[in-house]
């Protein structure tokens, strides 16, 4: 009776194998990122009156729009630089493209308040390029919009390369045989990448809204720092801060609904190198000052990292870094590997399932992008109050909390990541493995990992350096003693030596070049098609 | 396929070779505002003495003060820490007030002065700061030198001087000492005034002295701290303590406090020990300008006492009471 009672549960959850496994993804997506939030909602219940009264007030609301015009201003600057730099590189003879993208690509991955940071040893007015005036404008709106757009554009700039590599060739051949350049550019492949550059757009301003620390450091009050002020403040009002999150609610899903509207499910397609080996269109007599324009570029936002290096080699900062570094570089190396491979096992499961249109895996891909949006310090609040329980204290009083933190904001990253190649991956593999009998589980492993292998671990290098920049989440519960590199940078920035704080700044950076480039070598070859 | 197991067996590797993997048998944890450059050499000497390994919290710079306290009330129901080691003697009350202190007489405050210890043994106050104003040599020639904080809101320095954002870090305090003792009225009046006469509110203590010293403002208000940094970088500062012919400036202690409930009270009791001995107070003058509270304690060369200096007479209890009260008004004020 028992044996058979087990064969059939058995057969039971074979059959049910892919909702098992979709279930077991989404449970990781929302004990990290929804149970959290969710439990922040609830402190607005028990704040009352004093929560929804934050709403009543005028200034939360004019931040509110000030910081959409600077996310605006930001996006248009980022878009500006970066579709046609994709497209120089992507598809142009511009000369060291690789090496041009991978200058300008860099300050991407690193914390954006450190290239803040880098930007004031440049400009600032004890600078080495500074003055009263570049000073001024470094702490204005302009400055902020300048910082952040030279930040962000290599998202654009990156995406857009992408979606141009990945491209189907014929059109594009068939457009030079009667076209000159400037036509084929702009009238064939920059609209066959304007989904692409839509989402790429839609990323900038997510990043840009949310982003608390260089608003801060140069003095612009913006949306997220009225809701930090209501954690890091001296009254502490987790459900004032939760009530200010709401407005942002349905700016994100505002986004999400665009992005699927706008893009639909091309959005996903921007994978493959395989058009940098075909002929690149030739610039002629427009190459040299093409090259000036795009290399000026990508070493201005290079030379923020230049700086922090020249102050840190100036005042002997690399000589005490051994003193002032700890385990902050392991701490930040460990937790980053070990969330990225949970974020890409998530992403295996949820972005094939978001890919395929698979019920529920949208649901959870939505989720994800609200942690993703939501201000890291309010997230940082609700980890707290769901994981610090006697129950759970061995996760949270240990390095497992910057996993679950990590994993709750960059969940969006692998689900993206994954389900971009999945769409581009033929379908009838996993249809014949299933008529053949295979279950889900066997699918997932045997047929669809290998088939998109590539995808994943790119999802997955692209999480460990995003869990390697991550400073604002980090900072609100890093477990004692196991602070990870960034905290330690903004920690010791508090009185501490500026040539030793640039000095771990340049650590970070050339940590995450190394990672980069390990990743890149290890990263699963492109079979010959 | 092969590749990739390769990398994460590699990685997996890389990561088991973290130090911080291993514990020690005994460790204390602490929560500290003191600035990381000055109280990790300080535990990692505790560490040395009494093999007891010390796993710290410390505060970013734009949230100083605030940040590691509202991560004790935010894990109040399941304390963490062990020890607060606050940057000044406020903080303290609000963490007494949630009942989140431990009475605890340490052995080793037996000579510190009663008036800076609590009588139930919830704090302990050490290595104190005062509240001074940092001028900038090249643009204010010393005959027109600020004498009292209420310069600030002089005509004659318009838009020329700042101060740290009152919502973060010491400058909390000092507004909610003004409020304490100058009444409500007047210090609403004050801060309005800053206001008109376009201060600059900045992030951090630390960018108040950076604006001096860079000639950016004529003055602003900081801590010693950040005026003795700033002088014994060469900047063409001058510290000003303020308010000598009137209320006097205000006297910042640090405060050590036991966490109530927290995981580790023996080595916990063990830190507070170590935090209030003379060589701590020795070790904070040298290193972070921080002005002993025990009368033999040595100091170094430009440093003053706070015997030498004459200092506001608050209660420092009210002061806690006031700062949560006006935190509204000054986020109005603040404009978040």
């Known amino acids: 009776m028992a044996e058979a009672v087990g064969r059939a549960l058995k057969r039971a959850l074979l059959r049910r194998q892919q909702m098992l496994v979709l279930a077991a993804a989404g449970a990781i997506v929302l004990l990290t990122s929804a149970v959290p939030l969710a439990r922040l909602l609830s402190e607005i219940f028990d704040a009352g009156a004093a929560a929804l009264g934050v709403l009543s007030a005028?200034?939360?609301?004019?931040?509110?729009?000030?910081?959409?015009?600077?996310?605006?201003?930001?996006?248009?600057?980022?878009?500006?630089?970066?579709?046609?730099?994709?497209?120089?590189?992507?598809?142009?003879?511009?000369?060291?493209?690789?090496?041009?993208?991978?200058?300008?690509?860099?300050?991407?991955?690193?914390?954006?308040?450190?290239?803040?940071?880098?930007?004031?040893?440049?400009?600032?007015?004890?600078?080495?390029?500074?003055?009263?005036?570049?000073?001024?404008?470094?702490?204005?709106?302009?400055?902020?919009?300048?910082?952040?757009?030279?930040?962000?554009?290599?998202?654009?700039?990156?995406?857009?390369?992408?979606?141009?590599?990945?491209?189907?060739?014929?059109?594009?051949?068939?457009?030079?045989?009667?076209?000159?350049?400037?036509?084929?550019?702009?009238?064939?492949?920059?609209?066959?990448?304007?989904?692409?550059?839509?989402?790429?757009?839609?990323?900038?301003?997510?990043?840009?809204?949310?982003?608390?620390?260089?608003?801060?450091?140069?003095r612009v009050d913006v949306f997220p720092a009225a809701v930090f002020a209501r954690l890091g403040g001296i009254q502490y009002a987790p459900g004032e801060a939760f009530a200010l999150v709401l407005p942002l609610m349905p700016l994100a899903l505002g986004l999400l609904l665009l992005e699927r509207r706008l893009v639909g499910a091309g959005s996903f397609a921007v994978a493959g190198l395989r058009g940098m080996s075909?002929?690149?269109?030739?610039?002629?007599?427009?190459?040299?000052?093409?090259?000036?324009?795009?290399?000026?570029?990508?070493?201005?936002?290079?030379l923020p990292l230049v700086a922090l290096a020249l102050r840190a080699a100036r005042g002997g900062g690399f000589g005490n870094l051994p003193q002032w570094i700890g385990q902050a570089p392991w701490t930040s190396l460990g937790t980053a590997v070990i969330a990225a491979t949970a974020i890409a096992a998530v992403g295996l499961v949820l972005g094939h399932g978001a890919a395929r249109g698979v019920r529920g895996a949208s649901l959870l891909d939505a989720m994800a992008v609200l942690a993703f949006v939501t201000p890291a310090p309010v997230l940082g609040v609700g980890l707290i109050a769901v994981w610090n329980r006697p129950a759970t204290r061995a996760l949270y009083a240990s390095a497992a909390i910057l996993v679950i933190g990590y994993t709750a904001r960059y969940a969006v990253v692998g689900i993206r990541a994954v389900a971009s190649v999945v769409l581009q991956s033929a379908v009838h593999l996993e249809e014949a493995a299933a008529a053949a009998g295979a279950r889900f589980w066997r699918r997932l492993i045997r047929i669809i990992l290998p088939v998109n292998l590539r995808g994943v671990a790119a999802g997955w290098l692209l999480a460990v350096v995003f869990c390697l920049r991550d400073f604002e989440t980090a900072v609100l519960y890093y477990p004692p003693g196991g602070e990870p590199l960034p905290v330690r940078i903004f920690t010791l920035e508090a009185n501490g030596p500026p040539p030793v704080v640039a000095a771990l700044a340049v650590a970070h950076a050339l940590m995450t070049a190394l990672v980069l480039v390990a990743g890149v070598l290890l990263l699963p070859r492109r079979s010959p098609e | 396929m092969e590749r990739l197991g390769s990398s994460i067996v590699f990685l997996a590797a890389l990561v088991s070779l973290n130090p911080s993997c291993k514990r020690t048998a005994q460790e204390v944890v602490v929560y500290t505002s003191v600035d990381q450059v000055f109280s990790e050499p300080i535990f990692k000497e505790f560490e040395r003495r009494s093999g007891i390994a010390v796993r710290a919290v410390f505060d970013t710079e734009e949230t100083k003060s605030t940040g590691v306290l509202n991560r004790l009330i935010a894990e109040a129901e399941h304390p963490q820490a062990d020890v607060f080691w606050a940057n000044d003697p406020v903080r303290p009350f609000l963490l007494g007030k949630r009942g989140l202190a431990e009475p605890y007489v340490s052995p080793s405050a037996s000579d510190i002065p009663a008036a800076f210890r609590a009588a139930d043994g919830t704090w302990t106050d050490f290595a104190a700061r005062a509240r001074v104003l940092l001028v900038n040599k090249k643009r204010v020639s010393p005959g027109e030198m600020p004498l009292s904080i209420r310069d600030l809101a002089s005509p004659r320095w318009k838009g020329q001087t700042a101060v740290a954002n009152p919502l973060f870090g010491t400058t909390t305090m000092h507004v909610a000492a003004l409020f304490t003792t100058w009444g409500e009225e007047q210090a609403r009046a004050f801060l309005t005034d800053l206001k008109s006469n376009h201060v600059r509110i900045v992030s951090s203590n630390g960018e108040v002295k950076r604006l001096v010293a860079t000639s950016e403002i004529a003055f602003g208000l900081a801590d010693t701290d950040d005026g003795f940094e700033a002088v014994k970088e060469g900047a063409p500062v001058a510290v000003v303590y303020p308010d000598q012919e009137g209320m006097g400036a205000l006297v910042m202690p640090t405060s050590a406090v036991l966490v109530k409930g927290g995981p580790h009270p023996e080595t916990g009791r063990k830190l507070v020990d170590y935090l209030l001995t003379p060589d701590v107070e020795r070790r904070m003058a040298d290193s972070a300008a921080h002005m002993p509270l025990r009368p033999g304690v040595p100091v170094p060369q430009g440093l003053k006492r706070v015997s030498d200096i004459k200092a506001m007479q608050v209660d420092y209890a009210r002061v806690a009471d006031d700062m949560e009260r006006i935190q509204p008004w000054l986020r109005q004020w603040v404009g978040l």
């Open chain 1, 58 to 218: 005028v200034r939360p609301w004019l931040l509110l729009i000030r910081s959409v015009m600077l996310a605006a201003a930001v996006t248009a600057c980022a878009v500006a630089i970066g579709a046609p730099l994709g497209l120089l590189i992507a598809r142009t003879d511009l000369p060291g493209r690789r090496a041009l993208w991978m200058l300008h690509a860099f300050p991407m991955f690193l914390p954006p308040f450190l290239l803040a940071l880098g930007w004031f040893q440049l400009v600032g007015r004890e600078g080495f390029l500074g003055s009263e005036v570049t000073d001024r404008l470094l702490f204005s709106q302009v400055g902020l919009v300048a910082v952040l757009s030279l930040t962000f554009s290599p998202v654009v700039t990156s995406m857009v390369a992408l979606a141009l590599l990945g491209m189907d060739a014929s059109l594009e051949e068939a457009a030079r045989v009667f076209a000159g350049p400037w036509r084929v550019g702009t009238r064939i492949l920059l609209p066959a990448a304007r989904p692409t550059l839509a989402l790429a757009a839609i990323v900038v301003f997510a990043l840009t809204i949310s982003e608390l620390g260089v608003p801060m450091f140069l």
């Open chain 1, 278 to 302: 075909r002929a690149p269109i030739p610039l002629g007599n427009w190459r040299p000052a093409l090259a000036t324009a795009s290399w000026s570029v990508a070493v201005a936002g290079a």
